[in-house]
């Protein structure tokens, strides 16, 4: 399990008695990678499955949605992630 500064709902730094909040943050990388579009984090370019592209498509397969998550999640050090084809109600475990 990674640890990292924790992020609230809206993405903002979390704090915690005058000092960042530390918190489990595999879950957290999950959703930000989920979240970003390719090219939103400068260092890394090539990070972000861009979810909301997927939601604009209505030809978008899932099969390619779930190995498009897949590679991204993949690329980030999690070898072997689980994700459902429910998509009303999509859950990742890492």
Do not use: W
């Amino acid at each position: 399990m990674n640890k990292d500064i924790a992020l609230d709902e809206n993405f903002d730094l979390m704090t915690e008695n005058g000092d960042f909040a530390i918190i489990q943050s595999d879950q957290q990388h999950v959703n930000c990678i989920f979240l970003a579009h390719p090219g939103e984090y400068k260092q890394f370019p090539l990070v972000g499955f861009g979810a909301s592209k997927y939601l604009k498509k209505s030809t978008a397969s899932k099969q390619k949605f779930v190995r498009d998550l897949t590679l991204q999640l993949q690329m980030d050090g999690y070898a072997n992630p689980e994700i459902s084809n429910d998509f009303n109600n999509l859950i990742i475990k890492v």
